[in-house]
């Protein structure tokens, strides 16, 4: 089965500038979850999106924002970026696999945005 | 809230031993526990979950435990390879919001010939 794809694998970006990153769920997962990983604040939950549907956030500012699209694919964008923002960005998905429901979340390989 | 801790922080064992890995959480409403390996730069890969009416899970060589009266689970794995060398998070999730995982720091594990 194909795993969950992020896209780009790396960026690069001014501060101040805007950014969208993107994350395709493994085929038949509803649910997709960002978060951020940073060496000193570890791995934070940003929000989840479950049928185009913010059903969860966490305690990020308002710059930070996502949304989900009718076949599962989700962005997450971060606009007018801070240096504090370089991080690697993990999506993940859950849901049904091979007709059965689970609560395991499977990871992307994440985006690593770097802010100059 | 929620709040995970892992002890310890790193860990260097020689080939061939058991070990065990900790994790310890706050808030007893726990919906399931998660274990998961990173090697570096990469993502996470799923280990094992415990939903909170379980007591434990095993997958090959690993074993994982929840306790929630204590707040703690734990990772076992058994005959220790070099490929077995990452970093090991535990992650929970509390009841009603199942996908809202919050992480521990991690174990670094390195195992040596």
């Known amino acids: 089965k194909a795993g969950v794809t992020q896209t780009p694998r790396y960026l690069i970006k001014t501060r101040g500038q805007q950014v969208t990153l993107s994350c395709s769920p493994i085929s038949g997962h509803r649910s997709v979850s960002w978060y951020q990983q940073t060496p000193g604040q570890g791995l934070q939950f940003l929000f989840e999106?479950?049928?185009?549907?913010?059903?969860n956030k966490g305690n990020f500012p308002g710059r930070f924002s996502g949304r989900q699209f009718s076949n599962s694919r989700s962005e997450m964008n971060v606009s007018t970026l801070e240096l504090g923002d370089s991080a690697l960005y993990l999506c993940?998905?859950?849901?049904?696999?091979?007709?059965?429901?689970?609560?395991?979340?499977?990871f992307g390989p994440g985006t690593r945005l770097t802010v100059l | 809230k929620q709040e995970v801790t892992q002890i310890p922080a790193a860990l260097s064992v020689p080939e061939g031993e058991n070990l065990v890995l900790n994790c310890s959480f706050t808030d007893s409403a726990i919906y399931n526990l998660q274990w998961f390996r990173q090697d570096p730069g990469k993502g996470l890969t799923s280990l094992l979950l415990?939903?909170?009416?379980?007591r434990e899970q095993t997958s090959g060589r690993l074993n994982a435990s929840l306790d929630k009266s204590s707040g703690r689970s734990t990772l076992y794995i058994a005959a220790s390879q070099p490929g077995d060398s990452a970093t090991y998070l535990c992650?929970?999730?509390?009841?009603?919001?199942?996908?809202?995982?919050?992480f521990g720091t991690g174990t670094r594990l390195q195992v040596t010939l």
């Open positions: 415990i939903q909170s009416s379980q």
């Open positions: 993940a998905s859950s849901g049904t696999l091979a007709g059965h429901f689970t609560d395991t979340q499977y």
């Open positions: 992650a929970g999730a509390t009841t009603g919001t199942a996908s809202k995982l919050t």
């Open positions: 999106y479950f049928s185009e549907t913010q059903r």
